[in-house]
Nanobody, 127 residues
């Protein structure tokens, strides 16, 4: 059974940093894992994706500030968030697909293609 567990959320000041971790378990084959975020009343937004070959891509609003990485030997994925802004405040989720999707692009791959999700971790950025 595939399981994903996020950790590392919390509060930060504008300009500060937070690092999220996503520990995953269970045997699965995938092309794409990623981080999403959601604020109440809005749709879940793709933030950063990483392919099984290590390729990464980001939504425009976090480019140059967030870094996604993964340690496949340890079954863990990270999201390093720097230069945080109040608009980064959200609940952050890690997710994976197991269908071997054709591409792994934030602007192209819907959340509905991801079939396993963590429980989410809150990040709050104050001004």
């Amino acid at each position: 059974q595939v399981q994903l567990v996020e950790s590392g959320g919390g509060s930060a000041q504008t300009g500060g940093s937070v690092k999220l971790s996503c520990q995953y378990s269970g045997y699965f084959s995938r092309r794409c894992m990623g981080w999403f975020r959601q604020v109440p009343g809005k749709e879940r937004e793709g933030v950063a994706f990483i392919e099984d070959d290590g390729s990464k891509n980001y939504t425009d609003s976090v480019k140059g500030r967030f870094t996604i990485s993964a340690d496949n030997a340890q079954n863990i994925m990270y999201l390093q968030m720097d230069s945080l802004k109040p608009e980064d405040t959200a609940k952050y989720y890690c997710a994976t697909e197991t269908k071997r999707v054709t591409w792994c692009v934030v602007s192209e791959l819907s959340e509905y293609e991801f079939n396993y999700w963590g429980q989410g971790t809150q990040v709050t950025v104050s001004s």
